[in-house]
């Protein structure tokens, strides 16, 4: 059986909206420097999607050794989803302004609750613009939906299993998914500690996709997994400042290759640093 993309392209989504089964459009509009979307959202988007707030619904408060966006309680989260109209089993596409960064959040985090067809819009409102196809101001009422949500559908590690995995590059790897300068500790603009775990391999998420915004195609994707070290054979962890942006690792290493066991560490490096005993690697591994 083949496993189905975790992405979908502009003209694939526009024919299951036309389908019989349309999914939910979820709009994930966010950034470090902007991290309220709804004004772009409310300014134009997908016919039909509606805005999901990552600071707000897909993350909880931050909190000490939990970093800056831990995950958020369940309940919470199936409030927010069944407020914006999803059904159990539908369907479900998200997408962004930024590459995918914040859509691959919300892509893990649903399939984490136990949502068994979530997808990213690949190359996200540009790739949709790029088409011809209209965005609009238009905000659709949902009626309340019925999903359930049921936690720990996907694994992932904390802290001490972020250090032993590290540790242990035999047994698997982890990438480091923020920018070369940060892994390095040349510059650290928002944690107050720099640098990277210890045996950690840098892996920009930049990378993982072309200038178009859209992700590489897979063979290129798995040649540059193979090139850090990443095997079906070993687990491969990802972590980035907050758990936001490594959530686009493991989808680039789902669209690359489902076959390997790919982990996200929440806390990431905002979590690593919030206890002091943790150890700090700086420059080059």
């Known amino acids: 059986m083949v496993t189905p993309s975790p992405l979908i392209d502009a003209d694939g989504l526009a024919g299951r909206l036309a389908g019989a089964r349309p999914p939910h459009l979820l709009d994930v509009r ?21 805005f999901v707030n990552l600071e707000t619904e897909l993350a909880a408060p931050a909190a000490p050794g939990l970093g800056r966006h831990p995950l958020p309680e369940p309940a919470v989260l199936q409030a927010a989803l069944r407020r914006h109209g999803i059904r159990a089993g539908a369907p479900v596409v998200a ?27 690949d190359g996200g409102l540009g790739a949709w613009t790029a088409t011809g196809r209209p965005l609009t101001s238009d905000e659709p009422d949902p009626a309340p939906g019925d999903v359930v949500v049921t936690p720990g559908a996907l694994p992932v590690l904390d802290a001490d299993g972020a250090a032993a995995l590290a540790d242990h590059p035999g047994d698997g790897q982890l990438l480091d998914a923020r920018a070369g ?18 045996g950690a391999v840098s892996a920009p998420t930049t990378l993982n996709v072309g200038p178009d915004g859209r992700f590489l195609d897979p063979a290129a994707l798995r040649a540059r997994f193979a090139a850090l070290g990443v095997t079906r054979s070993g687990r491969v962890g990802a972590y980035c400042g907050s758990g936001v942006t490594a959530a686009h690792t493991l989808l680039a290493l789902a669209a690359a290759d489902p076959g390997i066991e790919a982990v996200l560490y929440p806390g990431s490096w905002s979590g690593w640093t919030g206890d002091p005993t943790r150890p700090v690697a700086v420059g080059d591994r």
């Open 30 to 50: 966010w950034s470090l420097g902007r991290p309220d979307g709804r004004a772009d959202y409310t300014a134009g988007h997908l016919p039909g999607a509606v």
């Open 95 to 121: 997408y962004d302004d930024s590459a995918g960064l914040a859509a691959a959040r919300a892509w893990w985090l649903l399939r984490w609750a136990g949502l068994p067809d979530v997808r990213v819009l």
């Open 181 to 198: 300068e940060r892994y390095r500790g040349a510059v650290e603009p928002i944690d107050p500690v720099a640098g990277h775990i210890p």
